[in-house]
């Protein structure tokens, strides 16, 4: 620490030399010119007063030669210019108080007082300038000191502006001076500086290099420089340190590696990695089976290597920060002549510093799901198509039993026809969803698209529920925001997701609730939701409430295809539907159409 001060207080006492003769220089200089300044403006004010009063005197003297010399002389006046005359002499002797001049004010004086007494002994005042010699060379005197008096002014200015040039350009030269020392010292201690520390500095810059490019086998310099021998010694055990620190984390590197290629090659679905070029540069065993690639596959872009050229637009999305605005549809795919059906899902791998290294696909083997749920489907459409023709004639037959039946309304019999009417009232509905839902999954409804307003679609939704929240105490609001387009769907499939999302919203929300029918426009898509207070969805249960014949959470009742089918309908448009719920407090569903 000691030794870094002392590197410190070198360069500061050299820094403050160059700024200290620098700031004298600089100093002299401005006193000089100040002084200079200072000298010269007293010296031509003086000698301007000179010139002024000269002036005055003359065209005074000349005022009373010619009052003299008129044809009648105004003694009042020649009075008056004379005591004129003699205040600006004393004001000329009080300004030239013997400054050493050739022709001063008091000499002028004398003159003028000789002029006025050779005056007095003129006979005839009228010709004072006409055969008077002795007048005559009197008046000559005088003028002529005063015309010399002028002339050694100007000469003195003159001489001031030449001594100005000439003291002007020593203070340049000075200035000049002081500038090249500064400049010579600076060049001086810039170049031991450079000689101490220049070169060992660069020998430490580039073995800094060669340690960043990973090669600790550096030449660390030597020089004189306490200071930077000290420097060059921790740099050595820097590299030392980093060289062990590199060892130790390779081997980390190395075992983490191993560690991670296990994982991801035990993991049962398949897994590829891809850059943020979007080309391949991984694939696990699982992904490499499912798929029958080899890993010649690898730097191939991703829909290249499927025969899918819209999964390149899918991962651009993903890569950009995006996510997929639907569950992607199945892979098909051909291996060794068996065919394949895998679902997938596109996440991004972000840096902890938020942009994006790359993506990562999933692979699931859904072959056998998808073929159970295809005889699924297939065996609910025949079971619903065969118990729709017996059920509907027990019903139409219990129908006409209770027509003839006749029952008093509060005896045994009468609520037992009723519960039995009940219940067969719920198998056709049971049996009416079943049809319904195959169709869908199915491909065999199919849509008639309308210009549909959204505001009367959810007017009318909370028309038909209004006597139901009523009688429950509840509050069936509808929000709208905005102006929001016209829908082209099927208003009555949509009626049908409504009633069932209201429906639910009634049965799951306490006395004094609030249910909201909402719409709102986002980007090119509509948003339609219902939301009410009421107890809520587990998190655990959310991702399985849009699945056929699951009930989740909530109160159970029916079979557990009205969301399902309501997610059927809302995917049949282009849309999407979700959830968003907080135990407690209640649930939002939700479904996204295209405008």
């Not at 983490?256 to 070029?277: H, K, N, P």
């Not at 009930?551 to 059927?568: D, F, N, S, W, Y």
């Not at 282009?574 to 719920?581: E, F, I, L």
Request: with cysteine; aromatic share 6%; net charge negative.
């Amino acid at each position: 620490m000691k030794l870094a001060m002392k590197l410190r207080t070198r360069l500061f006492l050299s820094i403050s030399a160059l700024i200290t003769v620098a700031l004298l220089g600089l100093l002299l200089g401005l006193v000089s010119v100040m002084q200079m300044a200072g000298t010269q403006e007293a010296l031509v004010r003086d000698n301007f007063v000179t010139l002024d009063l000269g002036l005055k005197l003359r065209q005074t003297l000349g005022d009373q030669l010619i009052l003299l010399m008129g044809d009648k002389p105004d003694p009042v006046a020649f009075e008056a210019s004379k005591q004129r005359y003699f205040q600006l002499l004393e004001e000329g002797i009080a300004h030239d108080q013997g400054g050493g001049r050739q022709y001063g004010f008091q000499q002028a004086k004398n003159d003028y007082l000789d002029f006025l007494q050779a005056l007095g002994r003129s006979s005839d005042p009228s010709h004072v300038l006409s055969g008077n010699e002795d007048l005559t060379g009197k008046f000559n005197v005088l003028r002529n000191g005063l015309i010399t008096e002028h002339k050694h002014a100007l000469e003195n200015i003159n001489d001031m502006q030449r001594q100005a040039r000439e003291r002007a350009l020593l203070i340049a030269g000075l200035i000049g001076l002081v500038g090249l020392a500064v400049l010579i010292i600076g060049f001086v201690t810039a170049q031991a500086i450079a000689r101490r520390f220049g070169a060992p500095i660069e020998a430490l810059a580039k073995a800094a290099d060669n340690i960043g490019q990973g090669n600790f086998e550096v030449t660390l310099p030597v020089t004189s420089a306490v200071e930077i021998n000290l420097l060059t010694k921790r740099f050595g055990l820097m590299a030392e340190a980093l060289r062990q620190h590199q060892a130790t984390n390779v081997d980390e590197l190395l075992a983490g590696q191993q560690r991670l290629q296990a994982v991801l090659d035990s993991i049962d679905d398949g897994l590829l990695m891809i850059d943020r070029d979007g080309h391949l540069e991984h694939l696990n065993p699982v992904a490499q089976r499912q798929l029958g690639w080899d890993l010649e596959s690898l730097g191939k872009g991703l829909g290249a290597a499927l025969g899918r050229p819209e999964l390149d637009q899918q991962l651009q999305l993903v890569l950009r920060g995006g996510m997929l605005e639907r569950v992607p549809e199945d892979l098909s795919i051909e291996v060794d002549g068996e065919s394949r059906v895998l679902t997938y899902s596109l996440t991004p791998v972000s840096h902890t510093q938020g942009h994006i290294l790359g993506a990562v696909m999933v692979l699931h083997d859904v072959t056998e799901q998808r073929a159970f749920e295809r005889v699924r489907s297939e065996f609910v459409l025949r079971a619903s198509h065969e118990l729709r023709t017996p059920v509907t004639g027990m019903h139409m037959a219990f129908g006409l039993f209770r027509e003839r039946a006749h029952f008093p309304a509060d005896s045994r019999e009468a609520d037992l026809l009723d519960t039995v009417n009940e219940e067969m009232q719920r198998l056709m509905q049971l049996i009416n969803d079943l049809l319904n839902f195959s169709r869908y999954q199915n491909g065999l409804q199919k849509l008639t698209l309308a210009p549909c307003s959204i505001e009367d679609l959810l007017e009318q939704a909370r028309a038909r529920f209004a006597d139901a929240a009523q009688a429950k105490g509840i509050d069936l609001q509808v929000e709208l925001q905005g102006p929001l387009p016209w829908l082209q769907a099927d208003q009555p499939q949509l009626d049908r997701v409504l009633d069932n999302l209201i429906d639910n919203a009634l049965r799951h929300t306490g006395t004094d609730g609030q249910i909201r029918l909402q719409a709102r426009r986002h980007a090119e898509r509509v948003i339609i939701s219902v939301e009410d207070n009421g107890e809520g969805i587990a998190y655990g249960q959310q991702g399985r409430i849009f699945e056929p014949f699951v009930q989740v959470g909530r109160k159970k009742g029916g079979a557990g295809l009205g969301l399902a089918l309501c997610k059927e309908i809302v995917q049949l448009h282009g849309g999407r539907m979700g959830v968003y719920s907080r135990p407690g407090q209640g649930t939002q569903f939700y479904m996204a159409l295209t405008v």
